[in-house]
C-alpha cells in the first residue's frame, strides 16, 4: 500500500529539509508564477505521490487522497504540446483517461482567446540522469484565468528545475539507503547459513572418520579399499570445508568480541612457510621468505592474522604450476605509520580481471579448468578478506591470466 498520511509519507520520501525545499517551490508557482494550485507528485511503485502542495484546500485534500499511475499520466502527455521542461495540455486534444484522479476547478472560461480551461493541464516531469520520470510538477488555475504567457513559463521553467534536483537527490539517496539495507540483510543472512551449516556438518564428517577408521582395521578386498580410499578423499575434503565454514562465522561473528594484542608478522609468516614446505615440495614449487629485519608487530587477534596469511601461501601454492615460485614478502609500509605489508607473490594460473571482483565472494570460483581442477572450498579469500576488514585493514590483487598473481595486504600499525 502507498503512504497515505503525512506522517507515513513523511517517513516513506525524503527527510524535512527535501519536502519544505519542495513546499517552497509550490509557493513559488503560486506567488511568482501567478497559479492558485500548485503540487509536486513522486513516483513510487508506478503511482504518483503528492509530497507538496500550495494553495486551495479542497485540491490539497483531494491530491493528497488519489494516487494517478505514472503510465497513465505519460499517455495522456503523448497528446500535449511540447513547451521545453512544461507540458500543456488543452482541453480539448485531452481523453477521459486521467478523469478518476483529476481535480477540476469550478471555474467559467473568460473571453479571451488565451482563456484557461478548467479541463487544461499544464505540468514538468521532473526526470533523472537517464530520463526516467521521477516525479511530477503540476499546476492549476492561474489568477489570470488565461494560458501562461513567455514570462511565465520562464519562472515555471526555473522552479521546474529546481524540483527536478530536490526530487531526484532525495530518491537517490532513498535508494542508496534501501539497497544498503538490503546488503546488510543479505549479509546477515548469509552469515546464519553460514554458521548453521558448519555445525550441523560436524557431526556426520566425524562420523564417517570414525567408521572409516574401523574399516581400516578390517582385512578389505582391492575394491574395497579402493572406495574406502575415494570415501576419505571426500571425507576430508568436507572436513576442510567445515573447518573454513567456522573460520568464516568466527570472523564474521557481529558478536564476538576481539582484543587486540601485539602480533608478529613476520613470525606469522615464517611459521606459516614451514607449515606450507612439505605441501609446496610435494608440488615441485619453491617457497621463498623475504621478512624485513626485526619484528614487524601490528595490533590484532593472532589466530585471525595466521589465518590470513596461511590462506594467502595456501593458495599461491595450489595455483602454482609445477617449477614456479612463490614469494612471501613481510616489510612495514612507506611512510613510519606502523602499519605492515604483507605480499604474496605466485607464478601461477593468473586471475581474469572479471573474476577479480569476485574473488573475495564467499564460495566464488572461477569458471575454468586450470582453476575447477585444482580442490578448493572458494571460502579462503572470503575469510581472508574478513579478516583485514576486521583489523582495518585493505587487501589488493594484481594478476593476469597466466602471468601469476599478487596479493597485498596493508594492516595498520598501532593507534598514533
Known sequence: MPPTTPDDLGAWWGDAHDREALRVVAEGVRELAGFEVAAVSVVHEGLLLTVAVAGDDEAAAHLARVHTPIEELLAEMALAEDWGPLRFLPHDRATDRLDRWSWVPDIEPVPNRR??????????LLRDDKGEVRGVLGMDLPRNRLRPD?????????????AEQT???????????????QELAASAYRRQLIDVLSHELQNPVAAISGNLELLAEEELSPVALRSVGAIERAARRIRVMVSDLLA???????????EPEPVDVAEVARDVAELMATEARHREVHLELDLAPGPQVVPGVPSEIDTLVANLVANAVKYSERGGTVQVQVRPAIGGTGAVVVQVRDQGIGISPADQERLF???????????????????GLAIVNRVVRAHRGHVDVESQPGRGTTFRVVLPGPPA
Open 167 to 181: 526530487v531526484v537527490s532525495a530518491i537517490e539517496r532513498r535508494d542508496a539507503t534501501l539497497s544498503l539495507e
Open 115 to 124: 482563456a484557461w480551461h478548467p479541463e487544461d493541464l499544464l505540468c514538468a
Open 361 to 379: 565472494e564467499e564460495f566464488f570460483r572461477a569458471d575454468n579448468t586450470a582453476t575447477r581442477s585444482r580442490p578448493g572450498t572458494g571460502l
Open 248 to 258: 568464516l562465522a568466527e570472523v564474521d561473528d557481529p558478536a564476538r568480541v576481539r
Open 150 to 162: 513567455a514570462e511565465q513559463r520562464k519562472v515555471l521553467e526555473a522552479l521546474a528545475r529546481q
